[in-house]
Structure formats: structure tokens, C-alpha cells
Nanobody, 128 residues
């Protein structure tokens, strides 16, 4: 059974930092593509934030939302993916979700429909 579990969310002031963690079981993060998405209350869909793919050795970022402030990384030994978020802004307030693909590929995927496994989400609140 595949599970992905996020942690690390919380309340932080604007300009602060948080590191989110995503521990996976039932799959290997180094094989399956992994990503972070976020969802705000007024939005129906989940917004892509960042993705990582060990097979291609690359990372992909939502330029508007994350580029330059967020960094996705992982630890194969811990089967864990991280999202380091710096210079946080109030508009970063959202529930952040970790997602995993159900197959191996060298491509990078930025659409939520391309991911099969999701965590329960972790709330990030940035105060002004």
C-alpha cells in the first residue's frame, strides 16, 4: 500500500522560512516522480509548486509561485522529499500536498492528474 505523509507546516511571519517533509512508503522516491502542490480556499484545483525526478536528475518549478524562493530536494536513504520555502509571503498561505507518480519516467509532470498518490496535506499560514 502506497502512502505519502507530509509534515512541517505551520504559522510563520512574512519573510520567514519553513521546510516541508514528505515521507513515502510503498514506493521509492528515487524511481517515481515526486511533486509538491498547494491549494488555497478560493481555488478548486491544486496549483503546481515543484517537482523532482531522480531519473532525469532534474527539478521543475512553478516560475511564478516558487522560482527563486522554494527548493525541492530529497533523501533517497530516508525515502523523503523536502520543500524548503524561504522569503515566504502571505500569498503562499495554502494547504501543501505531496504527490507521487505511480510509474517511473524521465519526464517532468506539472499537472495534478499526472500524480496518483497524495498525502493529506499540511497547512502553511504566512502572516503579514
Amino acid at each position: 500500500q502506497v502512502q505519502v505523509v507530509e509534515s512541517g507546516g505551520g504559522l510563520v511571519q512574512a519573510g520567514g522560512s519553513l521546510r516541508l517533509s514528505c515521507v513515502a512508503s510503498g514506493l521509492t522516491v528515487a524511481t517515481n516522480g515526486m511533486a509538491w502542490f498547494r491549494q488555497t480556499p478560493g481555488r478548486k484545483d491544486r496549483e503546481f509548486v515543484a517537482a523532482i525526478n531522480w531519473r532525469s536528475g532534474g527539478r521543475t518549478y512553478n516560475v511564478g509561485a516558487a522560482k527563486g524562493r522554494f527548493t525541492i530536494s530529497g533523501d533517497n536513504a530516508k525515502n523523503t522529499v523536502y520543500l524548503q520555502m524561504n522569503s515566504l509571503k502571505p500569498e503562499d498561505t495554502a494547504v501543501y500536498y505531496c504527490a507521487a507518480r505511480n510509474s517511473s519516467s524521465t519526464s517532468h509532470y506539472t499537472q495534478s492528474v499526472d500524480y496518483s498518490y497524495w498525502g493529506q496535506g499540511t497547512q502553511v499560514t504566512v502572516s503579514s
